[in-house]
């Protein structure tokens, strides 16, 4: 099968869209399939790169490190015949999701979308909130989905979300898995000695884009607290993004400027190392669809403490895994309560619950879960009327003439 894949995120540019599309391209490879990613241009990208066409685009608003494509719809539809795609796969609702729409239609094969983002958190970085309204955001998202074959919702939270939209297309939930990785020997001693770091200080990680909707500034207000209990404890916040200078005055202000970390963005590759070398994830964002983060803490081993949602509470099942909290003011205490825990018990998760979830979560079974959808949405667009798609048909005929 050959899928055009249709992203206005994609590396260079990080994010857990572009890490959501990656795994799901490499595993439909390691199957046989051949995926074509259609995204955006970026000063940073390697213009060689196979089965990337990349349109012309540019910075997105207030949301510079992210773009949009300015045209290319034709340059699209062109490449996508000369593959001689089989279905689309769209993973905005705007630019280059409205390009693969267009190919979709034009070429008469079938569109499938992924639904990853609250754009309900997100408002604030156009015009800071007072142009889009939700209502907005509803409308365009129900005109959008309900214009595509079927729709895969990361979470059932997502598919909740969709559902309150009046999206009467089908909405599948398939959570995004992530590569199980291998222990990297030595790495907890090596990344932090490359950090200055003492192997018995307690190392709090947060992984992600520095911005306002991750409330970060909620886990520095917090971590006065943890030093309390545990003096020698560093916060280190692996990314970047807008709210980076802001994080860097409040840790100033709290004094904490000695304990507090800040390593900018790494490469994807590097993300595990990160993992490895720290002993607790924390993450206090409620905004959050697809947990990527999450799962990849889990699998490298580094327990998880975040803010309570039905996702997390169907994930974090033993105390092995981590633990949650419902209130911002909790974060300090949580930390402490489950470091002590640690350090009085040999804290393991069960065999079985284990393998279970590493089944569950890993990219293979996210590939297989896609491709199934990928089949079962071919075979009902091909038993639509097809008048439909002979117009289609005739309608590329005459752009070409």
Not at 201 to 227: G, Q, T, W, Y
């Amino acid at each position: 099968m050959k899928i055009g894949i249709f992203t206005d995120s994609y590396f260079p540019q990080v994010s857990g869209v572009s890490t959501s599309i990656r795994t799901l391209k490499e595993d439909l490879e390691s199957q046989g399939h051949e995926v074509i990613i259609f995204t955006t241009t970026d000063p940073r990208a390697d213009n060689d790169e196979k089965n990337i066409i990349r349109l012309t685009s540019i910075p997105f608003l207030s949301f510079k490190d992210r773009r949009i494509a300015v045209k290319g719809m034709n340059k699209a539809l062109k490449e996508a015949k000369k593959q001689n795609i089989d279905i689309v796969h769209t993973h905005t609702e705007f630019s280059l999701g409205l390009t693969g729409k267009f190919v979709g239609y034009m070429l008469g094969i079938p569109t499938v979308h992924t639904y990853h983002t609250m754009y309900e958190k997100y408002l604030h970085y156009i015009a800071n909130g007072k142009v889009v309204k939700p209502k907005a955001v509803k409308i365009a998202s129900r005109y959008f989905c309900n214009r595509t074959m079927g729709i895969i919702a990361p979470s059932q939270q997502m598919k909740d979300k969709l559902s309150s939209y009046n999206i009467y297309k089908e909405i599948r939930v398939i959570p995004t898995g992530v590569q199980i990785p291998e222990r990297i020997a030595g790495i907890r001693q090596s990344k932090r000695e490359e950090l200055g770091i003492a192997d018995s200080e307690l190392v709090l990680l947060s992984l992600c884009r520095l911005s306002s909707e991750k409330n970060l500034d909620k886990l520095i207000h917090a971590f006065p607290e943890v030093l309390e209990q545990y003096p020698s404890a560093r916060l280190v916040f692996v990314g970047d993004g807008p709210s980076r200078k802001g994080l860097e005055e409040l840790v100033s202000e709290l004094d904490v400027s000695e304990k507090v970390l800040f390593v900018g963005e790494v490469k994807n590759e590097e993300v595990n190392a990160y993992y490895q070398m720290a002993d607790i994830y924390i993450n206090a964002s409620d905004s959050e669809t697809q947990g990527l983060t999450y799962l990849e803490s889990i699998v490298n081993g580094c327990p998880v403490i975040a803010k309570r949602n039905d996702y997390l509470s169907g994930l974090i099942t033993q105390a092995g895994l981590g633990r949650l909290f419902d209130k911002d003011e909790e974060i300090g205490q949580t930390i402490t309560a489950y470091a002590n825990l640690y350090k009085t018990s040999d804290v393991v998760t069960q065999q079985e619950v284990w393998d279970d979830l590493m089944n569950e979560i890993s990219s293979e079974t996210f590939g297989n879960r896609v491709l199934s959808y990928y089949r079962q949405i071919i075979e009902n667009y091909y038993l639509q009327p097809r008048e439909e798609v002979k117009l289609r048909v005739n309608l590329l005929e005459k752009i070409k003439r």
